[in-house]
């Protein structure tokens, strides 16, 4: 089959290569366009893109997917199927155009967790399963028939960060799966309604900086899961000394309070500890206002609290 690849950031790049290593023809990849990033907004270019380039596939840039000159190019790649993985929502002249229609992967057991940041969402509300899903896009968001799923089981500890990888690599495998299948038509479509088993549906919505903002009244296992679930970005955040706090790492103590939420305690030299509602957070990984990422220990050698 003639294929067109549509991603942007890093966990595209592991299932298009896994695509290229499976022999798969990829006529033609699909990216974000070029934009300034960082301090000196040098002009970056998307993961997937730098991958595409350095293996000499065809690469579109589009600012508008409905743009007539865009749609153009598209077509005359002729694909016959287009996978889709980490790129934004596509208008139907796009996801309808090949004769075997458009592929998508998602990083959750859908149809639980529909939207942006799914891996996030997982964890901020303590699940103890994740997964990747492979299926068809239609007209509703990540609401396709599903093809095929990939489950893991969850620790309680891991951060979004690790599980993304788990599921960057185990999503690159189940997509040459659906791909083949699809090519050999041995696959069955299965409607979401038909998986839902009376639970409620949980959704997973783009993450702003002001969810971020750690509210210290609530027990402290949603906070540990909140801080593990934005870890490392967007970053979960509480105020020290009126400065902005980002926490990527912490330890639940489940112990009596001394102290009112929000509160800290400090030895100055090994522990830092927040007040939750019914427990302590003690921090261990830690970036203040101004200062670079570090451990707990070196933090309170730098400074008194």
């Known amino acids: 089959m003639r294929i067109v690849f549509m991603g942007t950031p890093q966990f595209a790049v592991a299932s298009l290569d896994a695509l290229i290593q499976a022999g798969c023809d990829i006529v033609g990849v699909v990216t974000a366009p070029d934009k300034p990033a960082g301090r000196g907004q040098k002009v970056s270019e998307s993961a997937v893109k730098q991958y595409a380039v350095a293996n000499g596939l065809k690469v579109l840039q589009p600012e508008k997917l409905k743009n007539a000159e865009f749609l153009a190019h598209l077509k005359a790649l002729h694909a016959d199927l287009q996978v889709v993985v980490a790129f934004r929502m596509l208008p139907e002249a796009v996801w309808n155009m090949p004769a075997r229609g458009t592929l998508n992967l998602h990083a959750s057991l859908l149809p639980q967790y529909r939207g942006a940041a799914p891996i996030n969402w997982v964890i901020i509300n303590g699940e103890k399963e994740s997964g990747v899903t492979t299926f068809f896009l239609k007209h509703e968001i990540d609401t396709g028939d ?160």
């Not at 409607?191 to 949980?202: A, H, S, V």
């Not at 402290?220 to 105020?239: D, E, F, M, W």
């Not at 990527?248 to 112990?255: A, N, P």
């Not at 509602?277 to 309170?300: A, W």
Request: aromatic share 8%; proline share 4%; glycine share 8%.
């Open 146 to 305: 599903v093809l095929f799923t990939e489950k893991t089981t969850l620790s309680g500890h891991e951060t979004a960060g690790e599980l993304h990888d788990w599921l960057m690599n185990k999503g690159a495998g189940l997509l040459v799966k659906t791909v083949k299948a699809i090519e050999s038509g041995r696959y069955h479509e299965h409607p979401q309604t038909q998986l839902l088993t009376g639970e409620e549906l949980r959704h997973a919505p783009k993450i702003f900086k002001e969810d971020c903002l750690i509210d210290w009244s609530q027990p402290a296992q949603q906070i540990y899961n909140k801080i593990r679930g934005l870890s490392p970005v967007p970053t979960a955040y509480t105020h020290l000394n009126g400065k902005v706090l980002k926490i990527y790492r912490s330890e639940l103590q489940q112990e009596e309070l001394t102290i009112q939420p929000g509160g800290f305690l400090t030895d100055n030299k090994t522990y830092l500890k927040f007040a939750a509602k019914d427990g302590f957070i003690s921090l261990t990984d830690i970036q203040l206002e101004g200062k670079k990422r570090m451990g707990i220990e070196d933090f309170l050698r730098g400074v008194k609290l």
